[in-house]
């Protein structure tokens, strides 16, 4: 077993004390799912199944749920023959992945429903963990404030089915910046673009923050198929 894989696994042990007496596959797949976002596991590699069953202290067919569960969210896929292995997206579906982010974020503040002011408190703490992550130069936790803002942004539509697909939506975005190896100058630009959004937002102008958000998230949508294509070219 590879080193890096070595230590992922080593840290499954650890998490095997969250696990109650009576395991579920979901509440594997939710400490699988952490672990591949944060890149422990990285895309197109294997899952050492024995290993993880070891490490977690569950059975093989609980395990094999868990992957069936995160198989469905595209975070896994079958290789026939050959096992399981975290998602190693394509051109086309990074497209799509990105297109739908857009969307989403776009038709959330399309749907707002309260009156102004809304409660923007969530944005402003994403900002500030933003800004503390940039002083800091910490590409992942720059990446997941900017993850907790957009999911902030989408929750102000008030509604739990937007929440859900955003939730399985940013496990796919992370992990396609993992797979992309971007880099902390990439995401740094995103910070003054999500703090247009919450100022507009805070002067009570929903349409000047949704057209922001579009040409924003079109742009960073362009970025990152630059980025692949270059990676590929490589």
Excluded at 41 to 57: H, N
Excluded at 113 to 131: K, V
Excluded at 195 to 213: C, F, K, P, T
Aim: overall charge neutral.
């Amino acid at each position: 077993m590879a080193g890096g894989q070595t230590a992922a696994v080593a840290r499954l042990e650890e998490d095997r004390q969250v696990l109650a007496r009576e395991s579920t596959a979901g509440r594997v797949a939710d400490i699988l799912r952490t672990r591949i976002t944060e890149g422990m596991f990285r895309p197109g590699e294997r899952l050492p199944e024995v290993s993880i069953c070891k490490s977690l202290g569950v059975s093989r067919n609980t395990l094999r749920e868990a992957f069936r569960l995160l198989t469905h969210e595209r975070l896994l896929e079958h290789h026939i023959n050959r096992g399981l292995f975290v998602k190693d997206f394509s051109a086309a579906e990074l497209d799509d992945i990105f297109r739908l982010r857009a969307t989403l974020g776009v038709a959330a503040l399309r749907s707002l429903t309260a009156e102004p002011p809304w409660p923007l408190a969530p944005l402003e703490r994403a900002l500030e963990q933003g800004a503390q992550a940039s002083a800091a130069r910490d590409e992942q936790a720059l990446i997941t404030a900017n993850m907790r803002f957009h999911a902030a942004l989408v929750a102000l539509a008030g509604s739990p089915r937007f929440d859900n697909v955003m939730c399985g939506l940013m496990a796919e975005v992370r992990l396609a910046f993992h797979a992309l190896e971007t880099t902390f100058a990439f995401h740094e630009p995103y910070l003054a673009h999500n703090r247009r959004i919450y100022e507009s937002l805070r002067a009570q102008d929903a349409v000047g923050a949704e057209r922001h958000l579009e040409r924003y998230l079109d742009e960073s949508r362009r970025q990152l198929l630059a980025r692949n294509a270059q990676d590929a070219g490589a």
